[in-house]
C-alpha cells in the first residue's frame, strides 16, 4: 500500500482522488498510468492528472453485452487487497475516532502483509469442511 486517505463518506470520489494522486507524487514520481473503476469517470478528473502529473488516468469499465459477474482487469487486484486487509482485526470494524488513526492501521496491517510476503511466511487458511 503505498497511500492510504481516509475521510468522511460525503466526499465526492473525484475530489478525494485529487487528495490521494497527491500524495502518490509526492511519494513516487515515477507512475505514469492510473487505473481507477468507473466512480472516477470525468474529463476534468483525467485532464487535470494528465496536466499536474504527466500521468494517465485509465478506467476499467465493464464488457457491454455481458451478464453476470466477470473479473475485471486490474479492479481483482484492489478487491483482493481489500479481502486481505480485512483480515485485520482493527479494520474488521470501524474502531477508530479519527481519520488518521484508520489510516495508520491500513498501514500496519499493508506493512505485516508486505513483511509475510517478503519472508515468505504465508498464513494458511483453512477452508470449512463440507
Given at each position: 500500500m503505498l497511500v492510504?486517505?481516509?475521510h468522511a463518506a460525503n466526499i465526492?470520489?473525484?475530489t478525494a482522488a485529487r487528495k490521494v494522486i497527491a500524495r502518490l507524487?509526492?511519494?513516487l514520481q515515477s507512475v505514469?498510468?492510473?487505473w481507477a473503476d468507473c466512480a472516477y469517470a470525468g474529463a476534468e478528473l483525467i485532464e487535470w492528472v494528465f496536466?499536474?502529473?504527466?500521468?494517465?488516468l485509465t478506467l476499467v469499465r465493464k464488457h457491454t453485452g455481458r451478464k453476470g459477474f466477470h473479473?475485471?482487469?486490474r479492479r481483482w487486484v484492489v478487491e483482493r487487497t481489500?479481502?486481505?486487509?480485512?483480515?485485520s482485526r482493527r479494520l474488521s470494524k470501524d474502531y477508530e475516532r479519527k481519520p488518521t488513526s484508520s489510516e495508520s492501521q491500513v498501514y500496519l496491517a499493508s506493512s505485516r502483509l508486505l513483511l509475510r510476503q517478503i519472508c515468505n511466511n504465508?498464513?494458511?487458511y483453512k477452508l470449512a469442511a463440507g
Open positions: 492510504v486517505c481516509v465526492f470520489n473525484g507524487f509526492l511519494l505514469k498510468i492510473i496536466k499536474q502529473f504527466a500521468c494517465t473479473v475485471l482487469p481489500f479481502a486481505w486487509l480485512g483480515r504465508q498464513v494458511r
